[in-house]
């Protein structure tokens, strides 16, 4: 599988823009980039994945470089809500399922 | 959380004892997972499941044994309880292989 790397921790002012790197440097072409969050004791939430292009849903945008090997998860307007850990997660596909392994992610404080 | 239950919510058992943790889904999706997971270790694959009755091991299937008799519950057991057990453990669903995973709200469980 390939691994990932993030930053363990990151603070962001509420109101702004929270940018959460990720390195997938071993990245496969057929392998998504996922990203999950999880706000303390609760199950993980899922964000949003994408293949190559760039993505973005209502509560988030992926971006995604040209060879694949990095990403950013870009929170628009950081509310303390979204202080949570953040994941970043390539998928592993076989024919049973998308199993997903899960690192350290990266914990995202928004302050007041 | 939407359509997947965890029971139950909290549990404390003691060392050798047998444990049931079981997951319930209302969304017929086909694909289901449990996790544990541990400080520093992030979250983890024990088993997973296909479908009826096919089920297959995941990163930390030792110790641990599940059973799906129906779509919609996937039962994960504990035979003889360990102190290394003693873990948050989180059920997963997904609709098709390669879908979105989508986690229940977790089942912490402490092993004397």
């Known amino acids: 599988d390939a691994k990932t790397t993030q930053p363990p921790s990151m603070d962001c002012a509420e109101g702004r823009a929270a940018n959460l790197p990720c390195n997938h440097s071993?990245?496969?072409?057929?392998?998504?980039v996922y990203w999950y969050r999880q706000i303390h004791s609760q199950g993980p939430q899922y964000i949003i994945h994408?293949?190559?292009n760039n993505e973005t849903n209502e509560m988030a945008s992926l971006i995604i470089t040209e060879d694949r090997k990095s990403s950013t998860l870009i929170l628009p307007h950081a509310t303390l809500r979204d202080t949570a850990v953040y994941y970043c997660?390539?998928?592993?596909?076989?024919?049973?399922?998308?199993?997903?392994?899960f690192g350290g992610g990266t914990r995202l404080m928004v302050k007041p | 959380d939407a359509g997947i239950t965890q029971s139950p919510r909290h549990k404390v058992t003691e060392t050798g004892t047998p444990v049931t943790l079981r997951c319930h889904q209302t969304?017929?999706?086909?694909?289901m997972y449990w996790y544990r997971q541990d400080p520093g270790h992030g979250l983890r694959l024990i088993h997973y499941?296909?479908?009826?009755?096919?089920?297959d091991k995941g990163e930390v299937s030792d110790g641990y044994s599940v059973s799906r008799s129906k779509t919609e519950d996937f039962l994960l057991t504990l035979e003889s309880a360990t102190s290394s057990q003693t873990s948050v453990y989180f059920c997963?669903?997904?609709?098709?292989?390669?879908?979105?995973?989508?986690f229940g709200p977790g089942t912490r469980l402490t092993v004397l």
């Open positions: 997963a669903i997904s609709q098709r292989e390669g879908d979105t995973q989508y």
């Open positions: 071993t990245i496969s072409g057929n392998e998504y």
């Open positions: 994408g293949l190559k």
């Open positions: 997660i390539v998928s592993r596909n076989n024919n049973a399922g998308n199993m997903l392994t």
């Open positions: 969304e017929n999706h086909r694909y």
């Open positions: 499941s296909y479908g009826v009755k096919d089920t």
